[in-house]
Structure formats: C-alpha cells, structure tokens
C-alpha cells in the first residue's frame, strides 16, 4: 500500500479520480447507450442480427484483453512503467473511437472491427490504471478512494457527457444520422481532455524488478507462470477472482444489451435511452460514493453481497416489467448498485495483493473482468438468436448474479489480507537482507 512509497499528494488522488471520470464516456457512450443501439438498428439495421453481431465483437475483444492483460500487467510491474503502458492503451482506444463516427448503414463488419480495437484499448487502460490504486490509497483508505474513482466516472462520462450528448442529438443535424454519429468525437474529446492530469500528476513509484539481462516480456511470462505456481499462496484471491467472473458477466451483459433490450422491448429510441442513462448513472455516482464509506466499515467481501442481493432483485423487476415506468424502477436499482459493486470488487482486490504484484494481479483482475465479458453476451446473443426473444436473453442475467453470490460467500476477506502482507515483508526482507 502507498506507505511503502513516495508520500502521495492530494493532487495525485484527484487526477488518478479523473481518469474514470474521463475514460467513462466510453463505456457510457460507445458500449451501453448510443453506439450499440445504433449499431443494431442502424448499421446492421435489424434488431435480432445487430444484437447477436454486437455480443460476437464484445466476445473477440474480451477474449483479447484476457489472454494478453495477466503478461502484459506482470511487464508493467517488472519495468516498472505502468503509466506507459496506459498511454499507449489510451491512445489506442482514442484513435479507433474516432473511426466510428464513420461507420453508417452497410458497414457492420468494418464498424465491428473498429470497435473491437477501440474497446481492446479502453479495457486494456484498465489493467493499469487500477494497479495505481494501492501506491495511492492506504488499507483504511481504500475503499472510499476507489468509490471516489467509480463516483467521479458517473458525474463524467455517465452524466455530464451524457448531458452534452443529449443535446447534439437534438440540436445537431439529423441527415445521415450525423446527430448520433458525433457522440462518438465527443467520446474522444472528453477522454482526452481529461486523462492529461494522470498522465501530468501522478508519479510512478514502482521500481523496475526484472533480472539484468532479462527481457521484460520474458520476464512478465516469467512473473505469471509464477504466480500460477504458486497460486495456492493467493487462495482467497483466485476465489475473488472466481466469483467476479462470474457476477460480473451478470454486470457486463447489462452494460452491453441495456440500450438494445430497451430499444427492441419497450420502443425506446436514441434520446430516450440517454436519459435513461442519466438517470442510470446519477443513481451510479451516488451509490458509489456513499457506500464507499460502508466498504471502509464493513470491507468489501459484505459491500459486494449486498450489492447482489439488491442487482439480482432489479434485474428480475426489469426482465418482467411490462411498462417503461417498470422498466425505469429496475434501472434505479441497477444504477444504485452497479458503482458499490465495481468499486468494492477492486479495492477487495487491493488489500489482498502483494505490494510488488500490483499491476499483475490487476492484469487476472482484468483477465476475470474480461473472461466475464464472453459467456454472459454469449448467452445472450444464443437466447436472442434462438428465441428472438430479448426479455428471455435478460432474465439469464439472474443467475450470474445468484451463482456470483455463493462464490463470494467462500471468500475468506482476513486471510487474503493476512497473505498480502505476509508475501510484502518477504518480499522486501529479500530485497534489503540487511535492512
């Protein structure tokens, strides 16, 4: 944790929170509310083929960034250069957003290749962005820090942007669909305009730990065929791990298919789905930064079970509801939820990781973040596919959130934190023996 390092300042925290609140117009514009509704119903131009097209190109990507995020995380921690990598990611996901403004009926495979490189470089940001949260945070501290991260996310991209994106959709010219396509500069802008303060700001307090003559890839391979080696040493983190897989796939499929299950089952169109997204995430913010508080107080093993109990009970309301206003209760619910469960997910990870594993074990978080964004989409485009049934696809969501949970409740909070901490005066008694 950040008593290991350099002293952290204040400013340092408020441009690490800023980077959520920039990179949040991604997932908010492009993934869930604008980009893939309009990529269903206007790119592809049929409802059933565009959805079942949508869950393949978020199934290539996720299968990219979990294959390639533990080696590249483990790079990160050997070099020492986590802030590098992100510049990189960030780039990547700025420019192939850019190209979607673009993309127009008749395009979907270029539109989906497009995308998947774009969202390949988003996820892959977050690898290292979230290895930054224990050189910052302490283990008093960490769970409002992040909660403050997901809540600044919320404000940014998942109301202001929202905000400014409702209002070229009905202002800017409608011919070619122009009004909609434009969101997606408005994504590159906004990202980039307010990730610069990380990148300014926040210093980069791991050192180097690869072996002279040692190649970083090699030594990140390395560093992860450890870690599988030994993984018996991090029980309770392969079972968070395991868990987050899979109540998160119940997450991603919601991020995903809401925009399109709203559109295709209750006849909402492009502004109505913004708004919803503004209310989706005000209810977001606020819940991830009040139960931050309770994350700090009853840690975040109990903070993730709540927030399951609450998803699973929204999203039955919004599998069955018949009336939009149904539909707006279940959002609420979601919303409240959503930034408590990602928020806790991350900072549990946080306090039961080693101080020298920091970016690499952030890099299986998003390896199971990842491998959770395959079998819920799957299982939704199959439902859709086989059904043409959108509201059967979305009642599948509960049982990601129900097996989640009974993975969650083997999750021993003490032990793994007890291990961290074991595994970082190791570590450090072997680097300074005569300390």
Not at 132 to 157: D, Q
Not at 312 to 332: D, K, L, M, N, P
Request: charged share 15%; glycine share 10%.
């Amino acid at each position: 944790m950040s008593s290991s390092f350099a002293p952290v300042r204040r400013r340092e925290i408020t441009s690490w929170c800023l980077y959520d609140f920039a990179n949040s117009a991604f997932t908010t514009l492009i993934v869930t509310f604008i980009f893939s509704e309009f990529f269903a119903r206007v790119i592809v131009g049929d409802m059933v083929q565009g959805t079942v097209l949508w869950t393949r190109a978020v199934n290539i990507s996720a299968i990219i960034v979990a294959l390639s995020m533990p080696v590249l995380g483990a790079i990160a921690d050997s070099s020492g250069r986590k802030k590098t990598f992100l510049a990189v990611t960030t780039v990547q996901a700025l420019v192939f957003t850019a190209t979607l403004f673009f993309m127009g009926p008749g395009m979907a495979t270029l539109a989906a290749v497009l995308f998947v490189v774009a969202n390949t470089g988003y996820e892959g940001t977050q690898a290292f962005y979230n290895a930054f949260l224990p050189e910052i945070a302490t283990r008093k501290n960490i769970g409002r820090i992040s909660g403050y991260g997901w809540a600044a996310g919320y404000v940014g991209g998942g109301l202001l942007a929202l905000l400014i994106a409702l209002a070229m959709i009905e202002l800017l010219p409608k011919d070619g669909d122009f009004n909609v396509r434009a969101t997606s500069l408005l994504v590159v802008a906004w990202y980039g305009i307010f990730s610069i303060p990380l990148f300014l700001f926040l210093r980069e307090r791991a050192r180097p730990t690869s072996l002279p003559g040692t190649s970083y890839v090699r030594q990140g391979f390395r560093r992860v065929a450890e870690t599988f080696q030994h993984l018996k040493s991090y029980r309770e983190v392969a079972k968070l791990l395991l868990a987050r897989l899979v109540y998160n796939d119940g997450l991603v499929t919601l991020f995903l298919m809401s925009s399109i299950y709203a559109s295709a089952v209750l006849g909402m169109e492009t502004a109505d789905l913004v708004k919803l997204g503004i209310t989706a995430n005000i209810c977001a913010a606020i819940g991830a930064f009040a139960l931050g508080f309770v994350n700090d107080w009853i840690g975040g093993k109990w903070t993730i079970a709540i927030t399951l109990v609450v998803l699973s009970i929204a999203a039955i309301i919004g599998a069955t509801a018949e009336t939009r206003t149904g539909f707006w209760i279940a959002v609420v619910g979601i919303g409240l939820m959503v930034g408590p469960n990602q928020a806790a997910s991350r900072s549990l990870l946080g306090v039961m990781v080693p101080e020298e594993k920091e970016g690499e074990f952030f890099g299986f978080f998003a390896f199971s973040g990842k491998l959770s964004s395959v079998a819920g989409p799957f299982t939704f485009g199959v439902i859709v596919a086989a059904t043409g049934s959108h509201r059967t696809a979305m009642a599948s969501i509960i049982a990601f959130f129900v097996i989640g949970f009974v993975l969650l409740m083997l999750v021993d909070e003490k032990a793994g934190i007890a291990a961290a901490r074991a595994e970082t005066e190791d570590l450090g008694e072997r680097a300074f023996p005569n300390a």
